[in-house]
């Protein structure tokens, strides 16, 4: 389909833009209430599995060089999220991991530029200055610093999806949907198998499970990992990837929101001027990004 071209975005597309914010503002809020009952490698194994079961469709040939794309769909499926979901269970509040999240956004451009040898514009190298230096303000808040082994976690786990995704534009190309089921197909029994082999008591936190985290767990698969990629694949089919993407940088704000207003998240001004500093930084690094892939276009 030929991306639409630069016209006000329709009512169905400010729709779909909006229901991506909630899932994935929603689907943060849902990993860190799942992982206080469930063992974390168990609810990401748990997550791709029933993704794995509504993908299979996708699962057909052509299929993809494994040699390459093996370590690919490791990386950004089990590494990431197992990484991510553990960050998740360390925390005791959403807000600072979810900013600390984001941080994948300029590691991406730093990874572009030290694999890719691409340019790095002086707004993206400021960006991605302030972006850290706003994550390291909030570690030095006390509520801050006491969610710091888990902050730093989810850092690791940024710079495991910005490499991935750096990653990925040297692999063959694959359908989104495609990608998704072949990361599911990864994720989901070197999860559980490493769920079962170092996280103690895994049946009995999964039979005493109450029933709500069962649906956070189906949410998080279905809404989040195929029902929020199935738009955004569609809204990226219809109009611009670089006029689509920013607004997602506002996903955040919609945790933070759910975090501090229902969560009880702990909120004082170093928290919030360290978290406003890092989404500044990311939101300059992307758009940056956004503005240099204009000009090499025109």
């Known amino acids: 389909m030929t991306p639409a071209p630069r016209t006000p975005f329709t009512t169905s597309e400010w729709l779909a833009i909006g229901a991506i914010l909630l899932v994935w503002g929603l689907n943060n809020a849902a990993a860190k ?50 990484l991510v979901y553990i960050a998740f269970g360390m925390v005791h509040n959403l807000s600072p991991i979810v900013v600390a999240l984001q941080l994948w956004i300029p590691m991406t451009a730093l990874f572009s530029w030290l694999i890719l040898k691409e340019s790095m514009p002086r707004a ?21 610093a006491a969610d ?12 495991l999806w910005a490499l991935g995704t750096v990653l990925v534009r040297r692999a063959p190309r694959v359908r989104p949907l495609k990608m998704q089921a072949l990361t599911s197909l990864a994720a989901a029994p070197v999860l559980l198998a490493a769920s079962f082999a170092f996280e103690p008591q895994v049946i009995h936190r999964a039979t005493t499970a109450p029933l709500y985290v069962w649906g956070l767990v189906v949410f998080a698969a279905l809404a989040s990992t195929v029902g929020a990629t199935a738009l955004l694949f569609w809204l990226i089919q219809r109009r611009e990837a670089g006029r689509v ?14 975090g501090v207003g229902l969560m009880g998240d702990a909120m004082t001004l170093q928290l919030a001027f360290g978290g406003l500093a890092t989404m500044a930084g990311v939101a300059l690094v992307a758009l940056s990004e956004r503005q240099a892939a204009r000009a090499a276009a025109a």
């Open 124 to 144: 993206a190298i400021a960006g991605m200055v302030v972006a850290f230096a706003g994550v390291a303000w909030m570690s030095l808040d006390p509520h801050g």
């Open 33 to 82: 209430l799942a992982t206080e009952v469930l063992p974390p490698l168990f609810m990401g194994g748990l997550r791709f599995l029933i993704a794995l079961l509504f993908l299979l469709p996708f699962l057909r040939p052509p299929w993809p060089p494994w040699r390459e794309f093996l370590p690919l769909v490791l990386l950004v499926g089990p590494l990431h999220f197992g």
């Open 245 to 258: 993407t920013p607004w997602f940088l506002l996903t955040p704000l919609v945790s933070c929101a759910i």
């Open 148 to 159: 710091l082994p888990g902050l730093l976690i989810g850092i690791l786990a940024s710079g």
